[in-house]
Each structure stands twice: as structure tokens, then as C-alpha cells.
């Protein structure tokens, strides 16, 4: 089935370095890939999407690119904030559940120090 | 916007009781999900429907079961609360069953069976 892989946390860093959490997937297809987060004593929300290989997703300055042939999607950021601080997690929608089915990573917590 | 609601941020019941979690969406969606969200293992979908009166198991449906009697409600059910159901829960929503489709979540509810 399909499956979605993501660097242990938590990760910690300073403000304004440059964040990478990695997340590899397996799946059969074309799946859809997501990067959702999760800030504290709230429930998820989209940060980005990509639908097809080679597509880059972006949103408040991250970014991730669907790389098929390394069937990764890592999410990066070239300078965090202390307000990214959060758990952030991978996941695809693919053809083996039907589309209907969203397969998560287990997250990754950042923490953001001043 | 999209709003997801729950029932209840915080629930403690006790081993053996029936508990009852709701979770309404405004958006018209078809699509909407149970999930629970334990430490080190991420996300994982307990139930999920499609439509109204329709419903399909996820990864992890033992111990539960689900009424979607109108479309924009969608209630989780432990018959019999146990212990090893304290965890988040979090519900969900979604238009379609596109792949590109995005998941909108509630706040969640944390429950803890005693």
C-alpha cells in the first residue's frame, strides 16, 4: 500500500536559517502530494500541494518540488521564523485508495528558537 | 473559508462508556473523515464517507463506527470506550474525490477514556 516517510524530529534551529525536512513516498501511479501543518492546540491545514512530477508548491515562503524519479517531496524554507514553529506533516492522495484516502507521514516538529 | 467544527476540544469519559464525537463542515462537501493522532504515529484514518449514508473503513476501524445522516455532519461512535482509545481526534472534510482535492480539518478532540 502506499506509504509516506519523514525525517524524526523534532528539528530545532535559530531564526532566519534555512530549514529542509525531507519526505520520501511509495506509491503506485500519479499520487498528489501534500505538506500540511499543525501549530499548537490546532488541527491541520494545507501549507502546499503538488499534482503532478516536477511541479513546485509554495506558500508563505516554502517550497517543495515533486520529484518522481527520487519519489520524494521535500518541504524547504530559506529563512524560519520563530512563528513557523509547528508539526509538519507529508501525505498523498494516490490511485490505491481510490483518491479517496490520504496517506500522512508521521510529522515533524520545528522548533523555532530567537 | 472552509470551517470544520467539533464538538468538543476536551472529553474525558470512562472505560465502558458510549461516546459520541460530531464534527460539521459549512462547505457542501462530499467527502468527510475520521482520523486519530497518536505521538509517533501520525495520522491514521478510522473511517471515512463518501456521501450520505455511505460510509467505508480506513486503516484502523476496530472499536468504532460512524453515522452520516446529513451531509455536512459526521459522527465517530465508541460503542464501549477503552483505554487505549485516549488519543486526539481529528475530523475532516473534502469536496470531492479529485486526488487534487484538499482536506480541511476541525481543531480536533482530545479525549481521554479514564
Known amino acids: 500500500g502506499d506509504s509516506v516517510t519523514q525525517m524524526e524530529g523534532p528539528v530545532t534551529l535559530s531564526e532566519e536559517a534555512f530549514l529542509t525536512i525531507n519526505c520520501t513516498y511509495t506509491?503506485?501511479?500519479?499520487?498528489?502530494l501534500f505538506w500540511y501543518v499543525q501549530y499548537p492546540g490546532e488541527g491541520l491545514q494545507l501549507l502546499l500541494k503538488?499534482?503532478?512530477?516536477?511541479d513546485k508548491g509554495s506558500n508563505k515562503g516554502f517550497e517543495a518540488t515533486y520529484r518522481k524519479e527520487t519519489t520524494s517531496f521535500h518541504l524547504e524554507k530559506g529563512s524560519v521564523q520563530v512563528s513557523d514553529s509547528a508539526v509538519y506533516f507529508c501525505?498523498?492522495?494516490?490511485?490505491?485508495?481510490?483518491?479517496?484516502?490520504?496517506?500522512f507521514g508521521t510529522g515533524t516538529k520545528l522548533q523555532v528558537i530567537p | 473559508d472552509v470551517k470544520v467544527t467539533q464538538s468538543s476540544r476536551y472529553l474525558v469519559k470512562r472505560t465502558g462508556e458510549k461516546v459520541f464525537l460530531e464534527c460539521v463542515q459549512d462547505?457542501?462537501?462530499?467527502?468527510m473523515f475520521w482520523y486519530r493522532q497518536d505521538p509517533g504515529l501520525g495520522l491514521r484514518l478510522i473511517y471515512f464517507?463518501?456521501?450520505?449514508?455511505?460510509?467505508e473503513k480506513g486503516d484502523i476501524p476496530e472499536g468504532y463506527s460512524v453515522s452520516r445522516e446529513k451531509k455536512e455532519r459526521f459522527s465517530l461512535i465508541l460503542e464501549s470506550a477503552s483505554t487505549n482509545q485516549t488519543s486526539m481526534y481529528l475530523c475532516?472534510?473534502?469536496?470531492?474525490?479529485?486526488?487534487?482535492?484538499?482536506?480541511?480539518f476541525g481543531p480536533g478532540t482530545r479525549l481521554t477514556v479514564l
Open positions: 475532516a472534510s473534502s469536496f470531492s474525490s479529485a486526488g487534487t482535492d484538499t482536506q480541511y
Open positions: 506509491a503506485t501511479g500519479y499520487p498528489s
Open positions: 503538488a499534482t503532478k512530477a516536477d
Open positions: 501525505a498523498l492522495r494516490g490511485p490505491s485508495g481510490g483518491y479517496q484516502k490520504v496517506t
Open positions: 462547505m457542501d462537501h462530499e467527502n
Open positions: 464517507s463518501y456521501d450520505v449514508k455511505m460510509k
